[in-house]
């Protein structure tokens, strides 16, 4: 079964307002990074964060990664609509080798 | 400016067809990487591969197989299509290492098996 979810699937906000999007794993991540997809686009790296409790921001953009390394979390402050899109975690789970298990995504969509 | 490129964006194919999806890109990456998109489940990893001639099954490799002749090139191949393998299909690559990287997508192949 999927390994890394993420809550809400679906987002919707009105512009302004704030969006959290949670990422969570069975297993411990050795890191984990976070990727935005605009409509019709494909994935765009945004963020890698590594050690446990690290926190990270781009302008109006959180990054956090938990104590424990299983889950993660994105937060944009004041959403604007160029926030439209949906946002992957992907992270390394231990004993997963070299490869990136990404998380199921959350669509975000802002109204004006 | 790392560039991967797939040879369609679009596809329509019938139940049977073999079908060839070409990725390139220009960055000397060892890595490359096929996923299938599909609502609410996410990027799921078909295959992957760490250097030339070499490649690893991801989550999902049943009715897949891929081929990598060369560095910058790698294929996804249906040897026999079917409907439940209509999805947007995402290349990507990234460089080689101890250390994991970021990761550059193409534009996708959006097929549809009829």
């Known amino acids: 079964g999927q390994q890394v979810m993420q809550i809400p699937q679906y987002q919707h906000v009105q512009e302004g307002e704030d969006f959290t999007t949670y990422c969570n794993s069975s297993?411990?991540?050795?890191?984990i990074q976070w990727y935005k997809q605009r409509p019709g686009g494909h994935p765009v790296f945004l963020i890698q964060?590594?050690?446990?409790?690290e926190v990270k921001k781009q302008k109006r953009l959180t990054f956090q990664f938990g104590e424990a390394k299983k889950n993660s979390s994105l937060h944009i402050t004041a959403t604007q609509t160029t926030d439209v899109g949906t946002y992957f975690c992907?992270?390394?789970?231990?004993?997963?080798?070299?490869?990136?298990?990404f998380g199921t995504g959350t669509q975000l969509k802002v109204e004006l | 400016d790392v560039k991967v490129t797939q040879s369609s964006r679009y596809l329509v194919k019938r139940t049977g067809e073999k079908v060839f999806l070409e990725c390139v890109q220009d960055?000397?990456?060892?890595?490359m990487f096929w996923y299938r998109q599909d609502p609410g489940l996410g990027l799921r990893l078909i295959y992957f591969?760490?250097?030339?001639?070499?490649?690893e099954k991801g989550d999902i490799p049943e009715g897949y197989s891929v081929s990598r002749e060369k560095k910058e090139r790698f294929s996804l191949i249906l040897e026999s299509a079917s409907t439940n393998q209509t999805s947007m299909y995402l290349c990507?690559?990234?460089?080689?290492?101890?250390?994991?990287?970021?990761?550059?997508f193409g534009p996708g192949t959006r097929l549809l098996v009829l």
């Open positions: 990507a690559s990234r460089p080689g290492g101890g250390t994991i990287k970021t990761q550059y």
């Open positions: 297993t411990t991540l050795s890191n």
């Open positions: 964060l590594v050690k446990s409790g």
């Open positions: 992907a992270g390394r789970l231990t004993g997963g080798g070299n490869k990136l298990t």
């Open positions: 960055m000397d990456h060892e890595n």
């Open positions: 591969s760490y250097d030339v001639k070499m490649k």
